[in-house]
């Protein structure tokens, strides 16, 4: 039961809270300053043949003498926005005014364009999501209307996305207090986490936020507690979709066995996607920025200030949310949304991570690890 409940510690919230008032004090700055790496006419690239977007041009890397350097760039013709798109302004992850452009396992890019080029396949992928009520909500009554509404907003968003895959089986505990969490779960013969625990997946002093394979359970009770000081920040906005995620992870490949089992997916993946989905459906429902959520876990993580092999994030103490959602990135601008949920899919059918993660991405895994380790250095990973 353990190992398939996905559940922050609190010690985790407690640190992304920090990462968090990090990232507030450099937004200011951020905003008025070129995008870091950034491409120039002229500055050195490090690939012959490899071009990057920035600034509405295309850039190539070609060969001047000895060196190697970004060309003079094609400008890219801005297109008309459609009818449609006028009337109805999409996200901004949608509808980037430049088409950008990213080449598969590059290892030299703006980090921007991976961004932005892995948001687009996961929209194009999902196509015109019609919301689904189909699950089952058990309410803790104390929760507002008002957070009810966009919780439930983005579940059912979350749950018609997947629908294929979910097939209304999930269920999903809403409440404001651990003392409700475990009296709703045992009264309904379910349970998250540790199944001796008082609370599920939580010891009770913070939010909790976990998932099993066809249970998610969301507790806010820092926000709901008396006098609280907590708010709705992007990493609580993005949570109900975080762990929705985990149950299409799930559905898909089934309950993720322990770090000795051949069949293992490793907690980069695991949470890193969930990561990365959260943020993306904070960003399409509006309710904040998937870059303030990518600022708050990856670049302004002061965790990956020192630089440890992606391969070993594999547990919660080292921190795999961030990491793990660049290497999501990577991963979906290279291969596309729908390869990327079939790592799940061939993990379950070729009974080994490895060769599941072969055949759904056309590389071998130490190659892809190979290859993210030659690219980090464009993805503002804890780079600030
Ligand atoms: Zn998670």
Redesign the pocket.
């Known amino acids: 039961m353990q190992t398939n409940t996905?559940?922050?510690s609190s010690l985790l919230v407690m640190k992304k809270m920090r990462v968090f008032a990090v990232a507030l004090i450099f937004l200011g700055t951020l905003i008025t300053q070129p995008a870091i790496g950034a491409v120039k006419s002229g500055s050195s690239c490090t690939k012959a043949g490899i071009k990057s977007v920035s600034a509405g041009k295309t850039y190539t890397c070609v060969k001047s003498g000895k060196k190697l350097v970004w060309n003079k760039g094609v400008a890219i013709p801005v297109a008309k926005p459609s009818p449609a798109a006028s009337a109805a302004p999409a996200p901004s992850a949608s509808a980037g005014p430049a088409k950008v452009s990213f080449n598969p396992w590059a290892s030299s890019f703006v980090t921007e364009d991976m961004t932005l080029t892995a948001i687009a396949s996961t929209s194009k992928y999902l196509g015109d999501v019609k919301p689904s009520s189909a699950y089952k909500l058990v309410l803790d009554p104390a929760i507002t209307d008002s957070d009810r509404a966009w919780i439930t907003k983005m579940l059912d968003y979350t749950n018609g996305a997947f629908t294929d895959v979910l097939q209304g089986r999930i269920t999903v505990y809403l409440g404001t207090t651990h003392t409700w969490s475990a009296t709703a779960m045992r009264a309904a013969g379910q349970w998250v986490g540790d199944p001796n625990g008082t609370y599920p997946c939580s010891d009770g002093t913070r939010d909790a936020?976990?998932?099993g394979e066809d249970v998610a359970l969301m507790i806010y009770s820092d926000i709901y507690k008396p006098n609280s000081n907590y708010r709705w920040d992007v990493g609580r906005r993005s949570t109900p979709a975080?762990?929705l995620?985990?149950n299409v992870q799930f559905t898909l490949g089934g309950r993720n066995l322990g770090p000795e089992d051949p069949a293992h997916i490793p907690r980069w993946l695991?949470?890193g996607s969930?990561?990365y989905f959260g943020y993306y459906m904070v960003e399409k429902l509006g309710l904040d920025t998937y870059s303030n959520g990518r600022g708050q876990q990856v670049t302004f993580n002061r965790a990956y200030k020192s630089v440890v092999p992606l391969a070993q994030y594999d547990d919660f103490a080292s921190d795999p949310?961030g990491i793990g959602q660049a290497a999501t990135e990577y991963l979906i601008a290279s291969i596309g949304f729908e390869n990327f949920l079939n790592i799940w899919k061939f993990t379950k059918s070729e009974g080994t991570f490895a060769k599941g993660f072969a055949k759904a991405t056309g590389i071998e895994l130490n190659d892809f690890y190979t290859k993210f380790e030659a690219a980090r250095g464009s993805m503002k990973i804890g780079s600030l």
């Open positions: 996905i559940g922050l936020y976990c998932a975080h762990e995620f985990h695991m949470e969930a990561n949310y």
